[in-house]
């Protein structure tokens, strides 16, 4: 039940932590290196989540397969980014009542509710970071992996080459970190 309520904290969302992260990564594997993937987001918003999928890559087999993260972990990770970037019940209803309290009519209050509710919804990078943080030191960091959050174009700070399109979406790059963390 913890995890349909939307809005939640990255702290709740890991209380109880989920089984991947007591998942030891196992040594036979090989652990290589693979080309950076991204999965690109079902939105502007972060609330409208990933896709369940597995990010595409060329190379065979698959680095999820060859790094120790299953089909459940991605989804479960997936699943939690929608729901800390999704607002809260009281977000929602801090969004419906602010711009009434006001006392302006209901046109214009209808509009400052949509404002309101998008500048809270535009606020959910923080959390969504946070969580993505928790997940990489404790299960995708011990599996040589490193999942970043990015808005826009892939290289958006490129200067050669044509123009790029306007990308707002939100997407997920997933790349090889060749260090494993030392435990102190």
């Keep these: 039940?913890?995890?349909?309520?939307?809005?939640?904290?990255?702290?709740?969302?890991?209380?109880p932590p989920p089984?991947?992260?007591?998942?030891?990564?196992p040594p036979t594997l090989p652990y290589g290196d693979f080309p950076d993937m991204e999965l690109i987001g079902k939105g502007t918003m972060l609330d409208q989540g990933f896709p369940y999928i597995a990010p595409y890559c060329a190379q065979m087999p698959h680095p999820f397969v060859m790094h120790d993260v299953n089909e459940s972990d991605?989804?479960?990770?997936l699943h939690d980014i929608r729901i800390a970037g999704s607002l809260s019940p009281t977000n929602r209803i801090v969004s419906g009542v602010l711009p009434m309290a006001f006392g302006v009519g209901f046109i214009i209050?209808?509009?400052a509710t949509f404002g309101v509710e998008g500048y809270m919804r535009r606020r959910k990078k923080g959390?969504?970071?946070?969580?993505?943080?928790?997940?990489n030191a404790l299960f995708f960091h011990p599996r040589l992996m490193h999942i970043a959050l990015a808005k826009g174009p892939k290289d958006r700070h490129a200067k050669r080459g044509p123009p790029q399109a306007t990308d707002k979406n939100w997407r997920l790059v997933i790349s090889y970190r060749p260090h494993r963390a030392h435990a102190s």
């Design 1 to 15: 039940m913890k995890n349909l309520a939307p809005g939640k904290s990255p702290a709740k969302l890991l209380e």
């Design 19 to 25: 089984p991947s992260f007591t998942r030891i990564p």
């Design 74 to 77: 991605w989804r479960h990770f």
């Design 109 to 111: 209050s209808l509009f």
């Design 127 to 135: 959390p969504v970071s946070q969580l993505i943080d928790h997940w």
